[in-house]
């Protein structure tokens, strides 16, 4: 089973618990000197019209740029009109022409490990006054996303032995590595989901498939998915008993941090 690229259809299903924590970072974000406002691995814009109201973008305003490797996924961001300019580019090598006001992450980079060099070069992008804004889960060690490398590893010893680790650090480990270059804000919150019944498979399977579950599918056949999917399934009904509506409660832990250079 190849995924060559993000489903957005069905990330979008849990559109909403993905936005609020956008939000809450968003409500962090001080006043913005001139230029223009990054919305860096912006997906399917779902945060595209709450950064363009906040900071007057698009029209005479500022710009609005979302910047994203996934083309399906910027198919879906130009249709909600909130976007200036959208650029399929990769963040491991983006560098923006002129230095943004600010730059805005929302879920993504926790995909891309070196933290340590890539936090600081995107704070070096920022015009003087400008505001570095990061939102990431930090879900690594919980059995929604640590039964996924349990169950790969088993079913498939010869194959999963290169799975990443995360890259993502305790908020304090991000407010020590930048305070040096600014002002931070850095803090952890951990959102109680709620997830509705499926008709297939447990709900915290449904949220993880279209995201942290990518990297293991992606190398699987048809009849291995089935398989993993069905261990994956029985595993997360004794982590996350169902509610008698055949919910589902998943916490979930997300690391944010704010800098202003």
Known sequence: MTQSDWNPE???????????????????????????????????GAVGGALAER???????????????????????????AYCDLLEADVTDWDPDTKPALIFSNAALHWVGGHEAMMPRLAAMLARGGVLAVQMPRQWGAPSHRFIRDIAAAL?????????????LAALK????????????????????????QADGHPVRAFTQSTAMRPVLERLSEDETTAFLHAYDAALGAAYPLLPDGGALM???RVFFTLTV
């Not at 849990?14 to 919305?39: M, N, S, Y």
């Open 156 to 168: 498939f010893a010869d194959r999963f032995a290169d799975l990443p680790e995360t890259p993502v």
């Open 10 to 44: 069905r990330y979008a299903r849990f559109g909403g618990l993905r936005l609020r924590p956008a939000l809450d970072l968003l409500a962090q974000v001080p006043d913005l000197p001139d230029g223009a406002v990054i919305d860096l691995c912006c997906g399917n």
């Open 55 to 81: 900071f007057g973008c698009g029209a005479a305003g500022r710009q609005l740029i979302g910047i994203d490797s996934s083309p399906a996924m910027l198919a879906e961001a130009e249709k909600t009109g």
């Open 251 to 253: 916490p979930f832990r």
């Open 174 to 197: 991000y407010w020590e590595m930048l305070a040096p270059l600014g002002k931070v804000l850095a803090w952890e919150s951990e959102y109680v989901q709620r997830l509705e019944p």
